[in-house]
């Protein structure tokens, strides 16, 4: 059983094109997440959603929408798709706060390569 | 801009042979995690220590932690070629809660 699972794996499209990137965890998590790794491999949190309420959104141009339609949901609409959004897309999830405060381990999805040309 | 830092930037050892990573961060945090990305795969998470806190164990791993010096180590003993793969620290930033910062992570390669 795949507990956090993201789909296409592979996407690749044109500039100017609108994609979507859903992303499902079945651990019954309360916090699910966007990343985006670049070609070095720098990982940058993107949008952070918990309970379906949004209360992570960094520097992430208005392109970008998330949607979580319910709490094991969390999908990412792009619009107008540039070559710079070219990168791996990781969808992650965890329980809320740890007992000692801060943010508790997280589950990664297999990551959606996407290749805008 | 960037919390952890990984070091070395690349790693190489031999099978059986130990290889230690270093994170360093700016911030008072609460806790601190490593985790583990296989090529083409999406992170694993490894260890989670949290800010009173000064070692952890799991398995072959042993993480440390220096709250005064703002590092942390990642200590693999006994190394496999399974091992091979990039690891990452990742902090939260006190004042910002669940956000996690990663580092841009070691890539270790274990030779066998």
């Known amino acids: 059983d795949t507990a956090v699972s993201q789909t296409p794996k592979y996407l690749v499209t044109q500039m100017g094109n609108d994609k979507s990137i859903k992303c499902e965890q079945n651990?019954?998590?309360?916090?699910m997440y966007w990343y985006k790794q670049d070609s070095k491999k720098f990982l940058k949190i993107m949008f952070s959603?918990?309970?379906?309420?949004?209360?992570i959104n960094e520097t992430v141009p208005n392109r970008f929408s998330p949607k979580s339609p319910d709490k094991a949901h969390l999908n990412l609409h792009i619009n107008s798709l540039e070559l710079g959004d070219s990168a791996v897309y990781f969808c992650?999830?965890?329980?809320?706060?740890?007992?000692?405060?801060?943010?508790?381990?997280?589950?990664f999805g297999p990551g959606t390569r996407l290749t805008v040309t | 801009s960037q919390q952890g830092e990984e070091d070395p930037q690349a790693l190489s050892i031999q099978e059986g042979e130990n290889a230690t990573m270093n994170c360093s961060y700016k911030?008072?945090?609460?806790?601190l995690q490593w985790y583990r990305q296989n090529s083409g795969r999406g992170l694993v998470h490894l260890i989670l220590?949290?800010?009173?806190?000064r070692e952890k164990h799991s398995g072959r791993l042993r993480v440390t932690l220096d709250t005064s010096k703002k590092s942390s180590s990642l200590l693999i003993t006994a190394s496999r070629a399974a091992d091979t793969a990039s690891y990452f620290c990742?902090?939260?930033?006190?004042?910002?809660?669940?956000?996690?910062?990663f580092g841009a992570g070691t890539i270790l390669r274990v030779k066998s």
């Open positions: 992650a999830s965890s329980q809320d706060k740890s007992i000692a405060g801060g943010p508790d381990e997280q589950y």
């Open positions: 651990l019954g998590h309360d916090t």
């Open positions: 959603y918990n309970n379906k309420e949004l209360i």
């Open positions: 911030t008072s945090i609460n806790n």
């Open positions: 220590i949290r800010s009173n806190e």
């Open positions: 990742a902090t939260d930033i006190m004042e910002y809660g669940n956000k996690l910062v």
